[in-house]
């Protein structure tokens, strides 16, 4: 059974960082395409960055280029978000997922989700 669990959310003020992690486990980590999508209250999910099976492609949203960054560590089955510069906007909860194609947009399993909070 996939499971993906994410970790390291919290409250934190404008400007400051924050690095998310998800562990995957249940499933050939090194082989599958990651992501990291968030929802904000009362707007749909919307894509933040993925990162290819070989950390050799990324690709970010608009919103948070320049300021977060994707990576992975396939020796320790995990995806990495490291967050800087944040903003009140980027508020959400934020979400890994996986998927077992190289290429494309839909992905097979998500994680539960971690808050996170950025106060003016």
């Known amino acids: 059974q996939v499971q993906l669990v994410e970790s390291g959310g919290g409250l934190v003020q404008a400007g400051q960082s924050l690095r998310l992690s998800c562990s995957a486990s249940?499933?050939?980590?090194?082989?599958?395409?990651m992501g990291w999508f968030r929802q904000a209250p009362g707007k749909e999910r919307e894509f933040v960055a993925t990162?290819?099976?070989?950390?050799?492609?990324?690709n970010y949203a608009d919103s948070v280029k320049g300021r977060f960054t994707i990576s992975r560590n396939n020796a320790k089955n995990t995806v990495y978000l490291q967050m800087n510069s944040l903003k009140p906007e980027d508020t959400a909860i934020y979400y890994c997922?996986?998927?077992?194609?190289?290429?494309?947009?839909?992905?097979?399993?998500w994680g539960q989700g971690t808050q996170v909070t950025v106060s003016s």
């Open positions: 249940g499933v050939s980590f090194s082989t599958l395409r």
């Open positions: 990162i290819s099976w070989s950390s050799a492609n990324t």
């Open positions: 997922a996986a998927d077992r194609e190289v290429i494309g947009t839909s992905y097979d399993w």
